[in-house]
Antibody, heavy 118, light 108 residues
Framework: QVQLQESGPRLVKPSQTLSLTCTVSGGSLNSGANYWSWIRQPAGQGLEWIGRIETGGSANYNPSLQSRVTMSVDMSKNQFSLKVTSVSATDTAVYYC??????????WGQGILVTVSS | EIVLTQSPATLSVSPGERATLSCRASQSISNNLAWYQQRPGQAPRLLIFGASNRATGIPARFSGSGSGTEFTLTISSLESEDFAVYYCKQYGNWPPYTFGQGTKLEIK
C-alpha cells in the first residue's frame, strides 16, 4: 500500500518561497496512471486544490495560484515537490501531498503545517 | 470555477440514526462528484466517487446519490466513528478541482 510523507520547513518568512517535498513509499511514482497532487487546508477551514503533476512532468495548477506555484518530480528519489513563491500569511495551512488515481484523491499524506510569519 | 455549496454547515444526529448531507453545484457537473470524510487531526479519506460509488473498504451504510447540480450523501445508521467533517469535491469542470466548505456531523 502506497504511503506518502510530506517534509520541509514549517516556518517561512513572508515574501519568501515555501518548498515542500513528498516522499512516496510502498510503490513507484511511475506505477499506474497516477497523478501526484498537493492540497492545502488553513486551520479550521476547508480544502483547496493546489495542483497536480504526472511523472512525465506535465502539471495542472489552480488558476488562483498558478502564477506562484511550481511542481516537480524526482523519479530517482521517488519524490515530488511543491514550491510557492512570494508567500503571505494567507498561505499558512496544512499542506497534504496526495496520490490521484484520476479523478480520485485516494491516498493522502498525514499533512504538514506550514506557518508564514516573520 | 464551479462553486459547491454544502448544507447544513453543522448537523447534529444521534448514533444509530440517519444523516443526510447535501451538496449543490453552481452548474451541472453530471455525476462527477466525490465525497470525503475528515476525522479530527486526520487527512481526508475518499468515501464516494461518481456520485454514488463507494470507494474500496467503505461500509455499505454510506451511500451517495444525485446528478447535475444536486447531490446527497446518506449515512444510514450512524456509528461513533462517523462523526467527522464531510466534503464534496467536483471533477466535472476543472482545473481547478473544487471542494465544498464542509458539513460537520456532530453527536446530538
Amino acid at each position: 500500500q502506497v504511503q506518502l510523507q510530506e517534509s520541509g520547513p514549517r516556518l517561512v518568512k513572508p515574501s519568501q518561497t515555501l518548498s515542500l517535498t513528498c516522499t512516496v513509499s510502498g510503490g513507484s511514482l511511475n506505477s499506474g496512471a497516477n497523478y501526484w497532487s498537493w492540497i492545502r487546508q488553513p486551520a479550521g477551514q476547508g480544502l483547496e486544490w493546489i495542483g497536480r503533476i504526472e511523472t512525465g512532468g506535465s502539471a495542472n495548477y489552480n488558476p488562483s495560484l498558478q502564477s506562484r506555484v511550481t511542481m516537480s518530480v524526482d523519479m530517482s528519489k521517488n519524490q515530488f515537490s511543491l514550491k510557492v513563491t512570494s508567500v503571505s500569511a494567507t498561505d499558512t495551512a496544512v499542506y497534504y501531498c496526495v496520490r490521484e488515481t484520476w479523478p480520485l484523491l485516494d491516498s493522502w499524506g498525514q499533512g504538514i503545517l506550514v506557518t508564514v510569519s516573520s | 470555477e464551479i462553486v459547491l455549496t454544502q448544507s447544513p454547515a453543522t448537523l447534529s444526529v444521534s448514533p444509530g440514526e440517519r444523516a443526510t448531507l447535501s451538496c449543490r453545484a453552481s452548474q451541472s457537473i453530471s455525476n462527477n462528484l466525490a465525497w470525503y470524510q475528515q476525522r479530527p487531526g486526520q487527512a481526508p479519506r475518499l468515501l464516494i466517487f461518481g456520485a454514488s460509488n463507494r470507494a474500496t473498504g467503505i461500509p455499505a451504510r454510506f451511500s451517495g446519490s444525485g446528478s447535475g447540480t444536486e447531490f446527497t450523501l446518506t449515512i444510514s445508521s450512524l456509528e461513533s466513528e462517523d462523526f467527522a467533517v464531510y466534503y464534496c469535491k467536483q471533477y466535472g469542470n476543472w482545473p481547478p478541482y473544487t471542494f465544498g466548505q464542509g458539513t460537520k456531523l456532530e453527536i446530538k
